[in-house]
Each structure stands twice: as structure tokens, then as C-alpha cells.
């Protein structure tokens, strides 16, 4: 471990219409975010580590997110249609919304500086 | 009688034999076969009446007189299982040598022993020794070793043997016994020696401190033979302990240091990189004042605590390596990896992160020594200057050499660069507070959240992170004293967290710190007696668990070769989770002596529980905290 954290966050990107995605479910998408193993890197909540970039609750248009799945331009390993079908992105997809947004970090009095 | 002749008295007393001559004939098969392996202590030994004017005792030995060179060296402490093959020194360490300086501590693995040594090493500045067994001691001590070896620093290694076959117990001293017991970790200690007399002893023990002493620093082996160890020493015998002078260590040529002040100044975007830079306290404010006088920003790999973390010249966070048109690596192991990304995908691919021109200077005494087995000195890098010196001795002379060359209009230059490196360190912190917040109230528990629990509970003490950052911790904590924090394993040998956290607070205990150790569970698991080393020595030292029930780092590596084949993801976890049943740290830990709490796994818990553990620290004892976390 080293005391340079590379943590590569997405830019909070901004309002996405809903009617890029197709429709996702949300709790089928939670399953299919742990047993594909997205969380290993992204953490439970799509937050983000040490090991991968936060992708909740504002990835990428949907499009784009399921270009990087299919062919990451980093390390992140890359998911097939076999691995993970359209409509098991869609879900995941909504699972990453889903996510609720942090408090104001001003009132977490541990985050001070 | 001498003690040869004792031993075989004593073996064949136990066979009901008749006493062998002093000076025996060579024994056919047969008559070797007519002594049964007979134990030293058995029960027929002890009873049988000793010939007459039998000598049995004696007020010295050779290993009190290897404990006098002990002390003369400067060893605090001896890390050690017991073990037969060193009994000699064992008892000398205790009964001789009074159990101080060196003092004794019971270690319950090989590899402990050698990690504590390692911790210690890191803070003090100094090795401690660790005993073990030529044979089944090293082999578990080797990749604690190797960690010390690849992460240059210094551990004092003295293995017991027993060279003579004739003298050798039948049954387990022969399995103990080696002829060339150093051989095993020769391609990753520095220097290693067998004396074959005391005065030979003497002369070695100093040389292979004096080695291990000098940059660039590395594990040193002395084979103890157990006669050389037991020998009885009449009280006339006067040995010599030869003067001990550790070298200064070896400084940049003044011509190169005078060039390398020259590019420093004339570059727009210089950047300094530092891994193991800093090797004693005053390391720090000389590369801060390097960085101060030029305003260039300082990246900190983490190998030591190099920089302050919350320096606004502390571009850690930052992208600046594309950016730099001049890198000063100071004590890099990994300059390659500096200077470019490397994609591991399935045609693994690499690119240069610098631009075009960029010059790189290097500093290191890792250019002075180097072995070919072992592959831990990483890619070659080209640089554009090498300096084949220690860094932090170097560190001085370049200072000034920069400060002489700086005129006032480079000092203007330096000025406004250094008021942007500001900026953008303080939005980095903003950013890392930002990305704290999400998943604050999540379970797991965020280890953005353990980290600014645990820092909420020990900003306010004189406090150092001995092992572990959960990534946060560099991001969200105020590291300003050279001595809060010592890096990692260096050959990420799993197994060194623990350990070496326990050593590194035997070192902090004189000087009051509260020792805090980010464990993780894995790491925990390769040899968890280590807690009930400190537990038995009052060692005060806090760990907080990044319990992610998992080897998680291998658990990805499983994942990428799952995703790469197309055959589901689904089993990747198989033979990497720790998990069915989840594994109770805390009861793990009370049972070896511990105040511990958890599992946790509401982030609300964990303040209170640290606060709970910080107090049972500060009484002088070690405490862990388990809190189930997110992955990474």
C-alpha cells in the first residue's frame, strides 16, 4: 500500500435523461452488481476505492457505460454479452442510480478539515 | 572432561554402555547399532550414577561471551520462538545477560519474529535480533526476510546449528542440523557468516552490523554453532570485542550533486518523487526545505513517510508526473513504474506517462548493490543522470547547492509555482472530503468512514500508523512527523501487516506514541499469535480491522482471468473469500489476550468502540477494534 491513492473518479456528469437507458431493475441489478463481481473494485454502493473509479449515483450515459464494460480502455476487466447481457447492464445501471447522494460534506463534522 | 566428551557420556550412560575412550576408535555399523538413540534428558540419563569426577557444570560459556558482544553491538531485544538449536545464547540472554538489552520476546512464528524485527527496524532506526533455527526456523522466517530484504531494512538474523555430526542428539538435532545453514536466504540478505571460534564470532557479529547498518541496508545472517555457543570458557579466558564504527553513508559526488542543483533551477515543472528516501528523523525537513526553496512539488510513494501529507508543495494526489519536465526520484525502487502506466490486459501493453524531453535524475544506493536472483529491483529506467549515493545523505549539500545557484528571477518563477502547487493541493483535499461522503452510512462500512472514525479518535494524540492505510488515510489525515508512518511490507510477502505493526509499537512504547495498526484480515490470519506476543509484553498498540473477508487483492487478479476467459464471474470468489464461517476476529483476539470489540458492522458503532480501544492503549496494553468493511 502506498501513500499515493490513485483514485480516478467520473466527473459528476450532468443530468442524464432517464429515456437513455432502457427501463433496469434496480434490486435484480444490487445481485448482478455483487455476483459479476463489479463490486470488488467499485465497492458495494459504486463509490468507489483504491481499486476503481465511483460510478454512483451519476455514471456515465448509458451508452457510453456499457461501451467501457465491453471494452475498458484501463485495466478494468472486460464483460461480454456472455458474461453480462444488455438487459443485466440495464440493471446494474439502475442499481447505480439508485444510489442515494452523499450528505452535504460540510455537515459530516469528521470530514472537517 | 570436556564438554565432547561429556555428551558422549552422557548418551551412552543412557544406553547402560560402557564409557567410550576420550579419543575413540572408528565405530563399525554394528557397533553403532548397540547405542540406542537415547535421548540427553531421558529419565535413565537423569538416574544413572555420572562416573566419578565427572565435571557437569560450568560458571561460562561461550554464548555469555556472545551476549557481551550483543550489548557491546547495541541490540534492544531478541524476537524468537524457542528453539534447541540455540538454547545456549537463550539462557546466556536471560541468566548472563540479566534479559536486557537484549531483552527477550516470545514470539509465537519465525516469520513474526523477522517482521516485528522489521517494524522495529523502521522506526528506530536500528535492528533488533531475532534467534531461530538454522533449519525449520529460517524456512519459516525466509519470507519475512525477503519482505526486510526487498523494503532495505535491516534485521539482525542469528540461526542456531549444530555443525559437528558427532556431537549431533540422534532424532530431531539431526533434522535441525544444516551444513551451509545461511544458504537458504543468501540471495536476499546482504551478509552472511558461520564463525567457527568466539574471537571469530566477535569480528563477524560487528562486520554484519556494520553491513546491515549501511546503505543501502538489508537482513544479515550469523550462524551460531551450538558447541561454539556451549562451550564451557574458563573464567581466565580474556576475548576482545572489536571496535564498532557504523560508515557515514555514502554522499552524491560533489560535481554530479552541483548539476543536479543546475537542472532543478532551470526546470519549469520539476517534480520530486520520493520512495525510501527517508532513513532518520531529519530526512523530512531536509526534502521539505528542497521543496521549499525550489516551490516543487513533492510526490510521496509511501515507501517511507517522506513529505507532509497536508504540505501545499505535496502533489501526491495529483496527475504531476505528465506535467514534470524534470523528476528527481530519491530512493525509488520502481522509477519505470514512475514514469509509465502499464495496462494488464490480455496483451499486456505499456506507455511513457512523461513528455517528450523530460529529464530524470535518480539518487539511490540501490545503484551500489544489487543481486540477480530475486527479480525485486523492478524494470530498468532510463535516466538521464544517476547518482550511485544515499539519498538523504545527499539531501544537504544539494540544498545548498540549490540555493547558490537560484538567482532572483528564478526565485520569482519559483514563486508563482509554487502559489498554483497550493491551489491545486488544497482543491485535492476538497476532492478526496468529497469522495469520503459517498457511502458515508453504508454497510459494510466505507473505509473512507473507518478512516476518519479512527482519525476522529487519534488526531489529538502523539500517535503514529505503524501499518495499514485503507487508502484513505494518506487523503484524509494530517501526517506532519516523520515517525507516523514506515510504509509496507516491500516485497508484499502477506503476512508482514501484523507483525511488523507489533514491532514497530514495541519501538513506539519508550517514546509514549500510541501505536495504530489499519489490519487486515488476511494478512491477520498468516500468523495471528503475533497478538499474544503483545499482549504477554504489554505492548500498547490499537488495530483497527479492514476486515473485507477476503484476500481481496487475489480475489480481483481471479476475477480479471474470469472476465478474460468469458466464463462467468460468479466463481471467481472461490479459493479467495474468507467467508463460511466469517471468521471472528475479536474472539480470536480475546482469546490471545486482547481487549476487542466486533464485528462491526453499523459505521456508527466504530467511533465508540476506537474510543474504548484507544483507552485500554493508553493503559499500556493492545486492543483491536474488527469492522466489517467494504472491499477497498
Redesign the interface.
Known amino acids: 500500500?502506498?501513500?499515493?491513492?490513485a483514485?480516478h473518479?467520473q466527473s459528476p456528469s450532468p443530468a442524464q435523461p432517464a429515456a437513455a437507458a432502457p427501463p433496469g431493475d434496480a434490486e435484480r441489478g444490487k445481485a448482478l452488481f455483487v455476483?459479476?463481481?463489479c463490486?470488488?473494485?467499485h465497492?458495494?454502493?459504486g463509490?468507489?476505492?483504491?481499486?476503481?473509479a465511483?460510478i454512483?449515483p451519476n455514471p456515465l450515459p448509458f451508452r457510453a457505460f456499457v461501451a467501457y464494460v465491453r471494452a475498458p480502455r484501463?485495466?478494468m476487466?472486460?464483460?461480454?454479452a456472455?458474461?453480462m447481457a444488455e438487459q443485466d447492464l440495464a440493471d446494474v445501471y439502475a442499481y447505480l442510480r439508485s444510489?442515494p447522494r452523499?450528505?452535504d460534506?460540510s455537515r459530516?463534522?469528521?470530514?472537517a478539515? | 572432561m570436556n564438554r565432547r566428551g561429556f555428551l558422549k557420556h552422557a548418551s551412552l550412560a543412557g544406553a547402560a554402555a560402557i564409557a567410550t575412550p576420550a579419543v575413540a576408535e572408528p565405530q563399525s555399523p554394528a557397533a553403532r547399532g548397540a547405542a540406542p538413540a537415547t535421548p540427553i534428558m531421558s529419565a535413565a540419563a537423569e538416574t544413572a550414577t555420572p562416573p566419578e569426577a565427572e565435571i557437569l557444570t560450568t560458571d561460562r560459556t561461550g554464548s555469555d561471551f556472545m551476549v557481551d558482544v550483543l550489548k557491546a553491538i547495541g541490540l534492544d531485544y531478541i524476537c524468537a520462538n524457542p528453539g534447541s538449536s540455540f538454547r545456549g545464547i537463550h539462557e546466556s540472554v536471560i541468566n548472563y545477560g540479566g534479559n536486557e538489552r537484549p531483552e527477550l520476546i516470545t514470539c509465537c512464528h519465525e516469520e513474526s519474529s523477522v517482521a516485528m524485527g522489521h517494524g522495529y527496524a523502521k522506526v528506530e532506526g536500528k535492528p533488533l535480533g531475532v534467534f531461530a533455527h538454522g533449519t525449520v526456523g529460517l524456512q519459516h522466517a525466509a519470507m519475512a526476510i525477503y519482505n526486510a530484504w526487498c523494503d532495505r531494512v535491516p534485521v539482525y538474523v542469528m540461526l542456531g546449528n549444530q555443525l559437528d555430526a558427532t556431537l549431533r542428539r540422534p532424532g530431531a538435532e539431526w533434522a535441525h542440523s544444516v551444513q551451509d545453514a545461511a544458504a537458504m536466504v543468501r540471495d536476499f540478505t546482504k551478509w552472511d557468516d558461520t564463525p567457527m571460534s568466539l574471537p571469530h564470532f566477535a569480528e563477524s557479529a560487528l562486520r554484519a552490523y556494520k553491513i546491515a547498518m549501511t546503505p543501502p541496508m538489508a537482513p544479515v545472517v550469523l550462524v551460531l554453532n551450538a558447541e561454539l555457543q556451549e562451550q564451557p570458557l574458563g573464567t581466565d579466558v580474556r576475548l576482545a570485542i572489536p571496535k564498532l564504527a557504523i560508515p557515514a553513508p555514502p554522499e552524491g559526488d560533489s560535481r554530479a550533486v552541483a548539476e543536479v542543483a543546475r537542472l532543478l533551477v532551470a526546470a519549469e515543472h520539476p517534480v520530486i518523487v520520493a520512495d525510501r528516501y527517508a532513513r532518520t528523523p531529519a530526512a523530512m525537513a531536509h526534502l521539505v526545505e528542497l521543496a521549499e526553496t525550489l516551490q516543487a512539488g513533492v510526490i510521496s510513494l509511501g515507501g517511507r513517510l517522506n513529505f507532509p501529507t497536508r504540505h501545499p508543495l505535496n502533489v501526491s494526489q495529483a496527475r504531476a508526473i505528465a506535467d514534470a519536465d524534470l523528476i528527481l526520484a530519491l530512493e525509488v525502487n520502481d522509477l519505470w513504474g514512475v514514469v509509465n502506466t502499464f495496462r494488464d490486459q490480455l496483451h499486456r501493453s505499456s506507455r511513457p506517462l512523461t513528455r517528450p524531453g523530460t529529464k530524470v535524475i535518480s539518487i539511490t544506493s540501490g545503484d551500489l548493490y544489487l543481486k540477480a536472483n530475486y527479480q525485486d529491483f523492478q524494470r530498468f529506467a532510463e535516466v538521464d543522470l544517476a547518482l550511485a549515493a544515499d539519498a538523504e545523505a545527499t539531501l544537504p549539500s544539494l540544498v545548498d547547492a540549490v540555493k547558490r545557484t537560484a538567482t532572483a528571477d528564478r526565485r520569482r518563477v519559483f514563486e508563482s509555482r509554487g502559489a498554483k502547487l497550493a491551489e491545486a493541493t488544497s482543491a485535492a483535499l476538497d476532492r478526496a472530503r468529497l469522495e469520503a461522503s459517498y457511502a458515508w452510512d453504508a454497510s459494510p462500512v466505507s473505509t473512507a468512514r473507518l478512516c476518519a472514525e479512527l482519525w476522529g479518535q487519534i488526531r489529538n494524540e502523539d500517535w503514529a500508523l505503524v501499518n495499514g492505510t485503507a487508502g484513505w488515510a494518506p487523503r484524509l489525515w494530517s501526517f506532519d512527523k516523520p515517525y507516523q508512518f514506515i510504509g509496507g511490507s516491500g516485497g508484499a510477502g502477506v503476512g508482514y501487516g501484523a507483525p511488523a505493526a507489533v514491532g514497530a509499537a514495541l519501538a513506539h512504547k519508550r517514546h509514549g506514541r500510541l501505536a495504530v495498526n489499519i489490519q487486515t484480515d488476511g494478512d491477520l490470519m498468516y500468523a495471528p499469535g503475533v497478538l499474544w506476543t503483545a499482549a504477554h509484553h504489554r505492548i500498547p498498540l490499537l488495530s483497527v480491522m479492514h476486515n473485507n473477508r477476503a484476500y481481496h487483492q487475489e480475489l480481483m487478479h481471479v476475477q480479471k482471468m474470469c472476465n478474460r476467459h468469458s466464463r462467468g464471474v460468479d466463481r471467481g470468489r472461490i479459493g479467495s473469500e474468507l467467508v463460511d464461517p466469517f471468521i471472528d476476529y475479536a474472539k480470536v483476539a480475546q482469546g490471545l489476550g486482547l481487549h476487542a470489540e466486533g464485528p462491526i458492522t453499523d459505521p456508527k458503532d466504530v467511533g465508540p468502540a476506537i474510543a474504548r480501544a484507544v483507552a485500554t492503549v493508553k493503559r499500556g496494553e493492545p486492543a483491536l477494534v474488527d469492522v466489517v468493511c467494504q472491499p477497498r
Open positions: 500500500m502506498t501513500l499515493t491513492v483514485v473518479t455476483k459479476n463481481g463490486y470488488q473494485c465497492n458495494y454502493e463509490h468507489g476505492g483504491a481499486a476503481g465511483r454512483a484501463g485495466d476487466p472486460p464483460y461480454t456472455t458474461v444510489r452523499p450528505a460534506v459530516i463534522p469528521l470530514l478539515r
